[in-house]
């Protein structure tokens, strides 16, 4: 009677076990429109160092509102503008996590990353917390909204 007690407690915390693992690694994992996502946002940030006005004119919402960690809040035009005449230069981005929360026809990307360049002339060198608002227009995800804050 004991040796069948512990085979079934065995057997119950084995199904535990493989039931926390299924669980764990479900709830990580990205999902094909995910990594579409985070895809494209990493993307971007290589735009935005190569200054490809041309790339990010066909990701960026019309109404976008690009806010920077220093209260600088910048329209569509605005973004492409102080790229094309040089007044913001990113000279590196290295994201250190990124993930996204997918809605009906939006996309929330918040992550973390090491932020360097040139605005207005003065290098910066930051580390940010980010929130990035894509929706769905058009048949394609376009960045609506953009925040950061400085990490310490």
Known sequence: ?????S??????????FFLLIFITHTSTA???RQKEILDL???????LINKQVDSLNLVLDDDLMYIHSNGWAESKQDVLEDLRSGKLVYGDVQIENAQVRLYKNAAIVTGTGKFSGINNGNAFDLRLLYTEVYVFKHKKWLL??????RLP
């Open 1 to 5: 009677m004991v040796f069948r007690s």
């Open 7 to 16: 085979v079934k407690i065995s057997v119950f915390c084995a199904i535990k």
């Open 30 to 32: 990205q999902t094909a």
């Open 41 to 47: 946002s990493q993307r971007k940030f290589v735009w």
């Open 144 to 149: 609506a909204s953009r925040h950061a804050n």
